[in-house]
């Protein structure tokens, strides 16, 4: 059974920085790659980013988040980062962690199978 759980979410002032972590059981780190979501209130659920099990690197960040946002994986914890930088009022939103079998990261939410139950990120201006 495929568990993920967020943490790390909070009300941050404009400019900070957060990390989110997510930790991963009955996921194995060489078959699934991982990905980062996020939904503001009255908003579709948006592709923030994803990483590879195969390349380790952070792939497809959303143009709105490149520059600021970096993910990285730490297999032997069996956990995904966010790590977010230079935050701006409009990131506000609950992220979610997701995972889905095979190598590559995919944008649409429905290509994901597993999901977290999301964590709220707060920036305030």
């Given at each position: 059974q495929v568990q993920l759980d967020e943490s790390g979410g909070g009300l941050v002032q404009a400019g900070g920085s957060l990390r989110l972590s997510c930790a991963?059981?009955?996921v194995s780190s060489n078959e699934y790659s991982m990905g980062w979501f996020r939904q503001a209130p009255g908003k579709e659920r948006d592709f923030v980013g994803g990483i590879?099990?195969?390349s380790g690197r952070s792939t497809?960040?959303?143009d709105s988040v490149k520059g600021r946002?970096?993910?990285s994986r730490d297999n032997a914890k069996s956990t995904v980062?966010?790590?977010m930088n230079s935050l701006?009022?409009?990131d506000t939103a609950v992220y979610f962690c997701a995972a889905r079998h095979g190598a590559l990261v995919r944008r649409q939410d429905r290509e994901w199978e597993h999901w977290g139950q999301g964590t709220q990120v707060t920036v305030s201006s």
């Open positions: 991963a059981s009955g590879s099990w195969v497809n960040l959303a946002f970096t993910i980062y966010l790590q701006k009022p409009e």
